[in-house]
């Protein structure tokens, strides 16, 4: 039987993957003709967290989420939103459920299509929304566990071996009071159910939007071959950025960035309307996420636009 690992151990073992997936990543910069997913990964995140508008984020939601217990917010928008349902439970439900995948998976399939159509734009965002996700992931847990909070509902995992009944097992322990937090760390083990603040679902929404929006917004009229390089000349570099006109040619890039949004909103709104997460959750979650997906975005288009491989 395997042994159970507490929260904060499995953290452990995600920071360690992303400190060796970052170290391989580094080892081969001068050989990478592409933009890899880890491309100045601990720089980045710890440079956003560590900056004016990273420190703002972090007393902000600290800040909120204290005004919101202590007023009573918290509680009351909860019995709202459960009362008035406006989502509908199921529509939250599938957002709970999928908002674990379809980032990843999206991000992964627009990086291999754009990697067969050469289009480096599109590969760039791709691989800055992944390093989002994964960076806001690495945070958001980080917090997760060392506040200890428990959320407002009775939270399950779908049991995988009867897809089609979608039975719900392994309740975790709920709570009715928002003030819920246990420092002790080292003690949390999922039972529990303390892992609830910030909202990870929000985070991520939000960090993947942030990453792709201003990654390719910031080089839509940059163009570079498949090998590196950039156009030079005055003519090409008008053709270049005429081609790449985002209401014309990568149109439907635009319209992701603007669903991408819109998404991440209404998966903000579903953790609160299923029961999934205090108001408060939603709220600290958010900024972080887009936070740190503006971060990992400016550092993409940066490295991009640098014309560094």
Not at 136 to 161: A, C, E, Q
């Amino acid at each position: 039987m395997m042994p159970r690992l507490t929260l904060f151990e499995l953290w452990l073992v995600f920071a360690g993957l992303c400190a060796l997936a970052a170290w391989v990543s580094y080892r081969r910069r001068a050989r990478a003709r592409w933009p890899q997913v880890f491309f100045s990964f601990w720089g980045t995140l710890s440079g956003a967290l560590v900056s004016r508008a990273g420190l703002a984020v972090l007393a902000g939601a600290a800040l909120a989420t204290w005004g919101l217990v202590a007023s009573g917010l918290d509680r009351d928008l909860q019995a709202w939103f459960q009362e008035s349902d406006p989502l509908g439970r199921e529509f939250s439900r599938a957002f709970l459920v999928g908002g674990n995948y379809w980032h990843p998976l999206m991000g992964g399939l627009i990086l291999v299509w754009a990697r067969v159509r050469h289009n480096r734009t599109l590969f760039a965002a791709a691989a800055a929304a992944l390093q989002a996700i994964i960076a806001s992931g690495l945070v958001v847990n980080g917090l997760k566990w060392m506040t200890g909070r428990r959320g407002p509902g009775r939270i399950h995992f779908p049991d995988w071996s009867d897809p089609a009944s979608f039975a719900f097992v392994r309740p975790f322990r709920k709570t009715h009071d928002p003030a819920d937090f246990s420092v002790d760390f080292w003690n949390h083990v999922f039972e529990d159910g303390r892992f609830f603040w910030p909202s990870g679902h929000t985070a991520t929404a939000f960090a993947f939007a942030a990453a792709w929006t201003v990654t390719f917004f910031m080089l839509v009229r940059v163009h570079r071959p498949a090998g590196g390089g950039s156009v030079t000349g005055p003519a090409t570099a008008s053709a270049a950025r005429g081609s790449l006109n985002p209401l014309r040619r990568h149109g439907l890039a635009m319209l992701m960035a603007v669903v991408l949004w819109g998404t991440a909103l209404v998966t903000g709104v579903a953790m609160i309307d299923g029961d999934f997460h205090w108001t408060s959750d939603v709220i600290a979650g958010a900024p972080l996420g887009a936070l740190i997906g503006l971060a990992v975005g400016r550092a993409f288009a940066g490295r991009e636009n640098s014309g560094a491989q």
